[in-house]
């Protein structure tokens, strides 16, 4: 897992990056860091952009966790769909798979950027 931790007055060390690569961003594979790493107030805000005296809000919003090979399908609570086509057609796939897993539909959970269309 990585996450994007606020540039302060100690540099990062040489393996950390904002995204995969950014200095920014630091790795680890313990779940019980989650806690600490990841900020979750910011998670769960609704405006995010960076500002003057947080300027690395929107890097950290967009933090990720990266898996090595493969995660239990069972460690999956839900899969979510920008718009309710692709809803559907998940839903199709999960049912052709034999799998009953949730498919829910949040367009706000999505940039809606030109780019992103």
Known sequence: MCHHKQKGPDPAPPRQQGQL???TTEYFDDLELLETKV?????????WSDTADDPTRATRRAA???AH???????????VA???????AVREILNDAGSSQQVIVRRGWYYNGEKYR
């Open 82 to 88: 920008r718009t309710m086509a692709t809803g559907r």
């Open 64 to 66: 990720e966790f990266l």
């Open 21 to 23: 690569r950014s200095p």
């Open 39 to 47: 900020d979750w107030q910011l998670q769960g805000a609704t405006m």
């Open 69 to 79: 090979r493969q995660v239990p399908w069972a460690l999956i609570g839900q899969v």
